[in-house]
């Protein structure tokens, strides 16, 4: 079994198993030609059931061709350009390529001990962020899994800086299409149910400050405390960008933290074009970004930054075997002091690999051509008589819905809508998201594949109208 250790004696062993695996990998990807095969749970299940874990293979070419039937084949493959669906970007090769290093030599970022210089790139990723974002001087964050454990830290940090004794009276602010870690936090953070006051949104799907202003003047009034406010830099559904300017003049008006939550607008601090749209983030008291979502990162691969770094020592805790507090003095950097977690990968490298090799206007570029072919299906969209389109995308999403020409009961066209998604994944063809606008059912591009076009937008278009409109007709034939 020793065979199976990677160390000195087996590196020839570990090329051949990691390269057998690349080969396999990289045939996939040159052959699929559909984001899915549409397999069912139920066709799926058995034959992951049927394993015997307690069986083992000892040989990687079969374990390689039972991931075949296992997952590789009826994966869901975020490359494919009529992948639409969630906030999943193809992932760039310098990054994959950092993935294999990093997990090859599993340096844990907890502390120096098990990383060295991986604590300082790590660092000075960080620090590269915090600049491109405008943090200024005293500036520091620290790597996490994802925007869900990132805006939850930065919440956490903004809780312990309120002087109270009373969680209940504690409040944050959010438009009501924020994020929903951010009430998942809430919760966590001992907060009452009723902690996370929901700011309307304008037609752009964008905080409204002037009911920003007004909340917050009622909840002092009330005996409330503001904690924070969340503004989303490219909220999940729409990519829209709330007026981070005005929130940040409302945040400081009222001494309140001001949390930005950029999981996906974060391409943005790379973009060669479209830089503005995120003026005022460097307001922030601290800003979750995902390299996950828009610099093209593999999972996982974010992190949550503060303009003090002095606030993170709400996350610190000394313990004796790990990062005891004379450490501290000693000047040795332990990342464990700044993070949620303890034992922690090494997710840096990747992007890391990414600025070496393409630098941060390669991700630009590439996020910028997303963004414009958003603005490109939003026309197509607008001009389509058979779609109605939510607002303008000032990100990458759209979220649209099929409006059959004879059909004005909403209940049925909502139904059509859901029937046009399912069969749309069933095909294998191309996979959407959906989600509910006032209460309707409607569908949602995601667009992070600069290699899509707007003939595939066309396309997948015309596939769902194809569907939604079998459906009517065969509800139709069911009530005749
Ligand atoms: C705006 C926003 N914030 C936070 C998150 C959570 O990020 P993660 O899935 O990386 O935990 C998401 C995920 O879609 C998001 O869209």
Redo the contacts with the bound molecule.
């Keep these: 079994m020793r065979s199976h250790l990677l160390n000195d004696l087996t590196a020839e062993h570990y090329r051949r198993s990691v390269t057998e695996g690349v080969e396999r990998v990289a045939a996939k990807l040159a052959t699929t030609d559909r984001p899915f095969t549409g397999v069912t749970v139920d066709a799926l299940a058995p034959g992951i059931e049927r394993i015997d874990l307690d069986q083992p293979l000892h040989d990687t070419t079969a374990v390689l061709d039972e991931l075949e039937d296992v997952y590789l084949r009826d994966a869901i493959y975020f490359h494919h350009p009529r992948y639409l669906a ?2 999943n970007c193809p992932v760039v090769i310098p990054a994959v390529l950092g993935e294999a290093v990093l997990s090859a030599v599993n340096s844990s970022l907890d502390t120096w001990d098990q990383s060295a210089g991986g604590t300082l790139i790590e660092r000075k990723l960080i620090d590269w962020t915090a600049a491109r974002i405008g943090l200024g001087p005293a500036a520091d964050g620290v790597f996490t ?7 939850l830290q930065a919440l956490l940090l903004a809780r312990e800086e309120v002087k109270t004794d009373s969680l209940a009276k504690l409040r944050i602010f959010a438009s009501e299409v ?2 929903f ?1 951010v009430k998942k936090s809430a919760k966590l953070l001992g907060l009452s149910p009723d902690s996370v006051v929901s700011i309307p949104v304008d037609h752009d799907k964008r905080m409204q400050t002037v009911a920003l202003a007004h909340e917050l003047e009622r909840s002092r009034r009330d005996g409330l405390i503001p904690m924070a406010v969340v503004a ?1 830099a ?3 559904d729409f990519g829209s960008i709330d007026p981070l300017p005005e929130i940040a003049e409302l945040c400081g008006r009222h001494g309140v933290w001001l949390h930005v ?1 950029a ?2 607008g974060c391409g943005l601090l790379a973009s060669l074009k479209y830089r503005d749209r995120i003026a005022g983030i460097d307001r922030a008291d601290s800003v ?1 970004v ?1 390299y ?2 828009s610099f093209f990162q593999p999972v ?1 691969s ?1 992190a949550v930054l503060v303009r003090e770094a002095s606030t993170l020592r709400h996350a610190t805790y000394h313990a004796e075997y790990l990062n005891p507090r004379r450490m501290v003095q000693e000047r040795i950097p332990n990342q464990v002091d700044k993070s949620l977690q303890t034992t922690r990968r090494f997710d840096a490298l990747k992007l890391w690999m990414t600025l070496r090799t393409m630098g941060a206007d390669g991700i630009g570029e590439l996020f910028d051509e997303v963004c414009d072919l958003a603005a490109e299906g939003w026309r197509l969209l607008a001009a389509d008589p058979r779609f109605d389109v939510v607002v303008e995308p000032s990100l990458s999403t759209l979220v649209f819905r099929h409006i059959p020409a004879a059909v004005t009961d909403p209940a049925e066209i909502d139904r059509a809508n859901l029937y046009a998604r399912k069969a749309l994944f069933a095909s294998g063809d191309a996979v959407v998201a959906g989600t509910k606008v006032g209460g309707r059912h409607y569908l949602k591009f995601t667009l992070l594949n600069p290699e899509t076009t707007p003939a595939d937008i066309a396309a997948v278009l015309d596939l769902i109208a194809g569907h939604a409109e079998q459906y009517l007709g065969e509800s139709l034939d069911r009530a005749s």
């Design positions: 969630h906030l899994s994802g925007g869900t454990q990132s805006n924020s994020h870690s989303t490219g909220t999940t939550d999981a996906y979750t995902d996950h979502k996982s974010s």
